[in-house]
């Protein structure tokens, strides 16, 4: 464990951490409240936290004086990537795929046709997980504008690609 923050004597020391500028008690220490705030939040500031409390004098009784908790930071999907693989001639087969670089926890993802033909696609054709969007026997009638949206807890992203039969 790396220490944060400490309180000695009534004074408060804030160590040299990735988070000294961005860390401190929320409230005076005179309040007895020691919960913490960590500002301008990044994915690396997760993981497990722990709180200490010794009193002067006091008898130390095993994990009586300790409290954890871990911190999940969530971070939206960067912008996704839209690509075609194969040929988009009629009677052909393609698929759409979608990615994105970055998003915790990994973004799922939709595929969808746009307006005038306005089409939602499910399971087998497309794979959520893996972004992808199977279309098969392609017609005229599949040309279009096809949205992927990435998305997690902390947002959405989207790309698009236009399929031209």
């Known amino acids: 464990p790396v220490q944060i ?4 004597g009534g004074v408060v020391k ?3 951490t990735d988070l000294k500028s961005r860390v401190g008690f929320l409230y005076p220490i005179e309040t007895h409240n020691i919960s ?9 500031d997760s993981g497990q936290y722990m709180c200490t409390v010794n009193v002067l004098d006091d008898i130390i009784r095993m994990h009586k004086n300790v409290g954890l908790i871990n911190l999940t930071v969530l971070v939206p999907p960067a912008t996704p990537t839209c690509q075609l693989h194969g040929n988009a001639v009629v009677g052909a087969n393609v698929t759409l795929s979608c990615s994105s670089k970055k998003g915790k926890p990994s973004p799922m993802y939709q595929w969808q046709r ?3 033909t306005l089409q939602v696609f499910f399971p087998p054709a497309q794979d959520r ?6 279309l098969t026997n392609l017609s005229l009638e599949m040309s279009g504008v096809y949205v992927c949206r990435a998305e997690n807890q902390a947002g959405s992203k989207n ?3 236009v399929l031209e039969v």
């Open 129 to 134: 997980a893996k972004g992808t969007l199977k």
């Open 14 to 16: 804030v160590e040299e």
């Open 36 to 44: 913490l705030f960590i500002n301008a939040s990044r994915e690396q």
């Open 114 to 116: 746009e307006p005038p």
């Open 159 to 161: 790309c698009s690609i």
């Open 5 to 8: 923050l400490s309180v000695i």
